[in-house]
């Protein structure tokens, strides 16, 4: 064909003869001896990886895997319909698969850090990325195979495809009895066998390998039966990739409510947990030196639902335990607010009980009694023999014998809206 499209993007141009490809794929397949080994030590690489939270070498671990082989023998049978290569490709992966889940198994079990890294996280909710990654990775991967100038694409898709972390954290959910972990990582590892192989399967069609069988009934069925099964992958990924977007939304939208309300306006936000996944949702915040009342909190509350957000807001203040929980969050966070800083906080909430900031009240007072000459307003506690302890405000003034006193004490419980009023003349 003299199409200068086709020739540009024709896939024929420096393929490898298809029965060296074959044969190369074939013996690529086996899971003995040295590959083993291999495995077994990559495996074993990947969780120590998983385990300190090292990307690197999680990533030494991926190019050192052999998990590659069977998988890509898998697609390139179906693609032929050649039963006894899918046969001892699948036999291979499970043997592959068994052992590196006994050895990550072993090893989570026996480690004595069992903390959940952000690595570890990161492969137990897969979602549709994970199997555009996967398709296109082992489309590439495939692609190389093919040629008689392998270049350089092979490391890369061994790294993107990600083979061993999902398979390591399936390990570490097994070792600690984690089956949400379990299930998430290892529905992640099945993702990325099935994708690869599919991805596969689609090249070796496109490049007309020759196929082991002619009747056209069987290999409908094939076809069939791949579809069916790439639908059973997707639409539970699409519903996890709906979710995971749902969540950013959610929290993008939280964020930005606390910035313009609260950050913004001078409130320092010490404490913040956003609890996506509880139902109702829960977003707990605590400041600094800022105690909001009840109608205060029903108010922000109120805005938050009128931004389309379904949560219920908490603000955590006065509680006896807050102060340990935010030097936890702290430590996770590596802030700078110290535990003195705090003290100083907590001290602040105690003063602010017994003070009345109020400075239009003073110039009212000076307006309607100008006779006062000298004014201390501030709450005590009273504590009656026969009750609990009471909130009063006291009022220290002195001032000139004409000035009503009865009168004083009638404003004053109107404009602080209490009849708890306690006033001495100095």
Not at 123 to 133: G, K, Q, W
Request: hydrophobic letters at 40%; one cysteine or more; glycine letters at 6%.
């Amino acid at each position: 064909m003299n199409n200068p499209i086709y020739n540009f993007i024709n896939l024929h141009d420096g393929e490898q003869d298809k029965q060296v490809v074959l044969d190369n794929v074939t013996l690529n397949t086996s899971f003995r001896g040295s590959n083993l080994w291999i495995l077994a030590c990559a495996i074993l690489i990947a969780s120590v990886g998983l385990n300190v939270n090292s990307t690197a070498v999680i990533i030494g671990a991926m190019l050192i895997s052999p998990l590659m082989g069977p998988i890509v023998g898998a697609g390139f049978a179906l693609g032929t319909y050649n039963f006894a290569l899918l046969k001892k490709s699948m036999k291979n992966l499970l043997i592959a698969t068994v052992v590196s889940l006994l050895v990550s198994c072993v090893y989570f079990y026996i480690s004595p850090f069992k903390d959940v890294q952000s690595e570890l996280l990161a492969r137990t909710a897969p979602n549709i990325y994970d199997v555009l990654i996967a398709f296109f990775g082992g489309l590439v991967g495939v692609i190389a195979s093919t040629r008689v100038e392998k270049g350089n694409p092979i490391p890369g898709v061994a790294i993107a495809t990600a083979l061993m972390p999902p398979l390591c954290t399936a390990g570490y959910g097994l070792a600690t009895f984690n089956f949400s972990f379990f299930f998430g990582a290892f529905y992640l590892y099945t993702i990325n066998c099935f994708f690869i192989c599919i991805a596969t399967f689609l090249l070796v069609k496109y490049l007309k390998y020759p196929s082991s069988i002619v009747d056209e009934k069987y290999r409908k069925r094939i076809r069939y039966g791949i579809t069916a099964l790439i639908m059973v992958m997707i639409i539970p990924s699409c519903y996890l990739a709906y979710t995971l977007w749902n969540q950013k939304k959610f929290n993008k939208t939280v964020e930005e409510f606390i910035d313009n309300e609260f950050t913004s306006r001078g409130y320092t936000v010490i404490y913040k947990k956003i609890n996506y996944h509880s139902r109702p949702k829960e977003i707990e915040i605590a400041f600094l030196n800022r105690k909001l009342s009840d109608q205060e909190i029903k108010t922000y509350n109120k805005l938050l639902g009128e931004k389309g957000v379904e949560a219920k807001l908490h603000i955590r203040q006065d509680d006896t335990d807050l102060k340990s929980e935010i030097l936890s969050e702290v430590n996770k966070r590596n802030a700078s607010i110290s535990e003195k800083d705090l003290t100083i906080n907590s001290l602040r909430q105690e003063l602010d009980r017994y003070k009345v900031n109020d400075r239009s009240l003073i110039r009212e007072m000076g307006i309607l009694f100008p006779d006062l000459q000298d004014i201390t307003l501030g709450k005590v506690e009273r504590y009656p023999m026969t009750d609990s302890a009471r909130i009063n405000f006291l009022f220290l003034y002195s001032s000139q014998p004409k000035t009503d006193t009865t009168k004083l004490k009638a404003w004053l419980s109107e404009r602080l809206q209490t009849k708890e009023l306690i006033l001495i003349r100095k």
